[in-house]
């Protein structure tokens, strides 16, 4: 524009110059502000215009407020995306379970595979059982393992856990002895005498170096085991006083032997342990150096919850009120507090309910101080919230508008710089994409991304090229019907005069020239696609929990009653989303009336 206001002398024109060639005609002979606009570069002017536009300062001043609230807003609250927010209140909550048990509760060994023993090899223990099988192979952790079951009492197991040393084949009536690979023992004539004198003696150990053995005779294929205490079962479970005392295998099976022999007392680890019948319980206490210690009974007592102990004395007050047939029963703690419980019962099981102070979410809970916008269903703070979903809406936003942009630039500047065949293909391409109905295909797209349970990231990639892959044809009209003007023009001649490659006449002279229109197109697309992410997490196909962004936090209004009791669960996300669409739209007015050659200010 400076370089057009001036002579080929290099003189500045007059003002009366300049007001007769343009056909306007200026009242002033000063430098006023007219004269300035006029004396100002093309960008500078376009700036000019567009600070001018008042509308367009407000889209400015809110899309940055927006990404303000957004990315530093989220940076400066100290709370987290997905933090919860629990509340104490008193409520009738489950406080414990009690049954009868008739199971078999297990404990192993440490350190050994069957640490691992399951509910599958409970089944194989059963069947052997069933079947009056003294040893049984089951599988943990792929390893097939042997145990030869030892019966303690009634409802009581110890299993062994056999290791083969020696296999035993017998050919005609002759022993050949097969020592496993990794066995120390030396199979020598006193080994195989003291096998072979054990089964004739028909036993099923044997003694060799001061070593018991387990033996599995069959006519044509014999073991000889190693052994050690695995796993005990049993129907009567320990409580401990202490909630730091820890159940083991060796004081579960100590405890299960000395009941089982009717002895009175027993030592582990340097401990001595005495035992009580309970008659108020039917249970046995534990006393370890005469306090007690624990309990083993088959009436249970569990915790609703793992921040509850149950004491002893607690758990005989739930016995006797359920051996009486009770509905409710008081207890007094060691601190001196009372609480009364109430007993319900469902077939076997009993449910035991109390008033306490528990943790609840704080869902919906009204604006305050803390949460300025409240919470939300799942106790979040709703502040936190929208501007963690305000990055989401904005940056996807963006990133969609570069892909379409990408995509119209490339076909239609080809289209309309090649005419022709070209032209022809890309256009009617431009028109099958605009026949394709894309919410039905997002549904589609949505639900095939669903079963592949890809993560919440790669959801929203995903997403944000579906959605510039489908909104790109816009962009390439506007950009093939400028550049079907432009490149009749001389500049145009000028570069093939010049041999310019043909990709550097269209990128490079072309598509520049096309720039102002596809800032107004984009900035004005920019809304647009963030409602269009709004719909599609509000319809639960977008961004998924716990992400957050500002169309599925609307989502919460499903439901009625949010709707209408909860308004700020809604009303701030979708104002929101409301005023950063008018801010883009205003942006994109203000740019297209800024960059209009006939606009004089």
């Known amino acids: 524009m400076l370089k057009n206001d001036r002579n080929k002398n290099g003189e500045n024109k007059t003002n009366d110059d300049i007001n007769d060639e343009s056909g306007h005609i200026s009242e002033s002979s000063s430098l006023d502000d007219e004269q300035r606009v006029k004396l100002l570069s093309p960008g500078m002017l376009v700036a000019k215009r567009f600070i001018r536009n008042r509308l367009a300062v407000l889209g400015l001043i809110i899309i940055i407020i927006m990404f303000t609230f957004a990315f530093i807003g989220g940076i400066v609250n100290p709370y987290g995306e997905a933090e919860q927010f629990f509340k104490k209140e008193k409520a009738v909550a489950n406080y414990a379970g009690a ?166 007392s027993f030592g582990l680890d340097g401990k001595e342990y005495s035992i009580q019948h309970d008659n108020d319980f039917d249970a046995y206490n534990l006393s370890l150096n005469g306090k007690p210690f624990a309990r083993i009974s088959k009436f249970i007592v569990t915790p609703y919850s793992q921040d509850i102990f149950l004491s002893l004395e607690y758990k005989t007050e739930v016995y006797k009120a359920i051996a009486a047939d009770l509905k409710e029963f008081s207890f007094t703690d060691a601190d001196g507090a009372r609480a009364v419980y109430s007993i319900t019962r469902k077939e076997m ?12 979410l704080d869902s919906y809970a009204f604006p305050s101080a803390m949460h300025p916008v409240g919470t939300d269903g799942n106790g979040m703070d709703m502040l936190v919230r929208l501007m963690y979903g305000g990055r989401v809406s904005l940056v996807i936003g963006f990133i969609v508008i570069f892909i379409e942009v990408f995509m119209g ?51 929203i990639a995903l997403l944000m090229v579906i959605l510039g892959i489908t909104g790109w044809t816009g962009i390439a009209r506007v950009v093939r019907g400028q550049i079907l003007s432009l490149r009749e023009q001389e500049f145009m001649t000028a570069t093939e005069a010049t041999g310019l490659s043909v990709t550097r006449r269209i990128f490079k002279h072309l598509v520049p020239n096309v720039i102002p229109q596809l800032i107004v197109y984009a900035t004005m697309g920019l809304g647009g696609v963030i409602l269009t992410e709004a719909t599609l997490s509000f319809l639960n196909l977008g961004v998924k929990y716990p992400y957050a962004s500002w169309g599925n936090i609307i989502n919460a209004v499903n439901d009625p009653y949010i709707l209408g009791n909860y308004w700020f669960v809604w009303i701030p996300a979708g104002f929101l989303i409301l005023i950063t669409v008018l801010g883009f739209n205003f942006i994109g007015d203000g740019l297209r009336d800024a960059f209009d050659p006939k606009m004089k200010r």
């Open 99 to 264: 049954t009868f048990n008739n199971t078999l509760y297990w404990i192993a060994k440490k350190g050994i595979e069957s640490e691992s023993f399951g509910s599958i090899n409970r089944v194989d223990l059963a069947k052997a059982i069933e079947a009056k099988n003294e040893i049984f192979n089951t599988q943990i952790k792929s390893k097939t393992v042997t145990f030869k079951i030892e019966k303690l009492g009634e409802d009581s197991y110890n299993l062994l856990r056999l290791k083969t040393e020696v296999t035993v084949n017998t050919i005609a009536g002759k022993n050949e002895f097969e020592p496993a690979a990794d066995t120390k023992i030396v199979v020598d004539d006193r080994f195989k005498e003291a096998y072979e004198k054990a089964v004739s003696d028909k036993k099923t150990s044997m003694v060799y170096d001061g070593t018991e053995y387990l033996l599995k005779t069959a006519k044509r294929e014999s073991f000889v085991f190693t052994y050690e205490g695995a796993v005990i079962l049993s129907k009567s479970v320990i409580s401990f006083a202490d909630p730091l005392s820890v159940n083991s295998y060796e004081l579960q099976y100590n405890t299960i032997k000395a009941l089982t022999e009717g002895v009175s």
């Open 349 to 360: 099981e009993y449910s035991i309910k109390t008033e306490r102070v528990t943790d609840l």
């Open 409 to 459: 630039v490339i076909i239609g500047g080809l289209s309309g710089y090649f005419g022709g065949w070209i032209d022809t293909v890309f256009m009617r391409l431009v028109d099958t994409m605009n026949c394709i109905p894309t919410l039905p295909l997002y549904i589609i797209l949505s639900a095939f991304l669903s079963t592949l349970q890809i993560t919440n990231g790669t959801r």
